[in-house]
């Protein structure tokens, strides 16, 4: 059984997606080029119409319709566009971080190039956020095209990863493998032991790099998973005993005692606010 990508594994809260400059939807006849241009970013072309030709440290990538291609920081590019017809792209710069530590793309191996799923719905969201940069110009914020973005580039992430790729990460390869092994196994009582033994470090080292790197306790993110499947049970309309076992507890009154002290409330009175 193939593992799933590890960004699957980390909690949504814990990525950072920093839009550093509006969008840009544009339609570009044949006067428009790009020459030897780098960026401090990343961006992200998405293309509506047309077609234009992107090279990129001497790889050529043709991005028409449906597609998309990432263009890294610090990377030689040109392009041209090859249509008969304009070409209608949207351009976003962006960085997007793991824990506000790592770069995510640093992080794996991906096609800069694809065919992004679902086109019709996607396109929908391209033209969103070309309404919203129409009325808002001067005025944007993140905020306003930030979550329809995210779409976007989760998209993209899902079409492009490969493999992750952690060499040149230490702290990421040590903290990142962790995760992994808490979402596969949160529900065992040992796993804080289990994990600590599978470190190529001792206790110390260990605790405190996944601390400095996460801004939690080893300890205490175990716990908050544990806690997210528990109120996945609650959600439903799940039992005080159903809930407690999907967080991998066999008492009762401890898991409500633990669940109080992370949230605020019993899980009785959890489960009677929903």
Not at 45 to 54: D, H, R, S, V
Not at 70 to 83: D, M
Not at 108 to 130: C, K
Request: glycine share 6%; hydrophobic share 35%.
């Amino acid at each position: 059984m193939k593992k799933p990508a590890f960004y699957r594994s980390i909690p949504y809260r814990y990525f950072i997606l920093d839009l550093t400059s509006a969008p840009y939807p544009q339609v570009n006849g044949d006067e428009w080029s790009i020459h030897n241009m780098t960026m401090n970013d990343y961006d992200l072309f998405i293309c509506l119409e047309g077609a234009a030709l992107f090279t990129m440290d001497e790889t050529e990538y043709l991005l028409q319709p449906g597609r998309a291609l990432l263009v890294p920081p610090g990377r030689l590019i040109n392009a041209r566009k090859t249509s008969e017809e304009p070409v209608r792209m949207l351009a976003q710069h962006f960085m997007f971080y793991i824990f506000n530590r790592s770069d995510f793309f640093s992080l794996i191996r991906y096609s800069p190039l694809v065919e992004l799923p679902d086109w019709g719905f996607l396109s929908g969201i391209y033209s969103e956020i070309a309404r919203i940069c129409g009325r808002v110009r001067e005025e944007w914020s993140p905020l306003d095209t930030s979550p329809l973005f995210r779409v976007l580039l989760n998209a993209f992430i899902e079409e492009a990863y490969l493999e992750e790729d952690f060499r040149e990460e230490r702290m990421s390869s040590l903290v990142l493998t962790m995760i992994q092994t808490i979402e596969e196994e949160y529900r065992d009582p040992d796993l804080l032991e289990k994990l600590i033994a599978e470190s190529s470090y001792g206790y110390s080292h260990t605790v405190n790099t996944f601390k400095e790197y996460t801004g939690r306790s080893l300890k205490s993110f175990i716990i908050e998973r544990r806690l997210e499947a528990s109120k996945g049970v609650l959600l439903k309309g799940g039992s005080l005993r159903e809930s407690a076992e999907a967080a991998g507890y066999s008492d009762e009154f401890y898991y409500s005692r633990i669940f109080k002290k992370y949230t605020g409330i019993p899980p009785r009175e959890f489960r009677k606010r929903i």
